[in-house]
């Protein structure tokens, strides 16, 4: 089993130019602003502070990298679709996404985080056209279930399997903050995937 509780920060770049050959296994975290994905780092490493949760959304523009245990390494992909960014910006962004994916590194998994009540957008579509571009195995990850009822969630994990698999979506996996067991479910899928 992987410990995640091992986890500290490494570095945070926001510009290609900046970035360095992968060394390790890479696990890429990706979604759109608020989807989650601080909280998710936060509760799968067991740590309050490692990445920033925002009430702002929008504000993190850059790729933050994240030293684990058995040499893996984290990588929290800036967060996309909150508002739209001016054309300098998102050149900015999708430079930094082409060099990060285009880069020859050991990305083992990706897991890109969707808020279990919305369906994808087309800022998802993309992002895991990135993902299908660079032959990127990754994992959908339905984030805050704790919104929904039990059949409401039911309902919506049909949806997005019928969504996402024609899109080589490998697994969908159901998670909350709200509940150890949920996080504990998705430690051991990622150690049982990653060794
Ligand atoms: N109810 C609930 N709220 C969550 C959950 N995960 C994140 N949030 C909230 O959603 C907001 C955005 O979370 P954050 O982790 O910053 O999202 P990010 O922009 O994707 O990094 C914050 O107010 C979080 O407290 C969850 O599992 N359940
Ligand atoms: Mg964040």
Redesign the pocket.
Known sequence: MINFRKTTFLTSFGFAEQLRLGTGREVVFC??????????I?KICGQNKL?????S??K?TTINFFTSDADITLVDLP?YGFARRSGEELQRWSRLMETYFGTDRNIALALV?LDCRHDPTDDDFDMIGYMNRFGIEYWAVL?????LNKSELAERLARFEEILEPLNCAKTVP????NEESAENLRRMLSECLS
């Open positions: 979604g759109r602003s608020n989807a989650g994905k601080s909280s998710l936060n990445a920033r949760v925002s009430s959304p929008g993190t967060g985080l984030t805050k279930t704790d919104k998670f909350t903050v709200k």
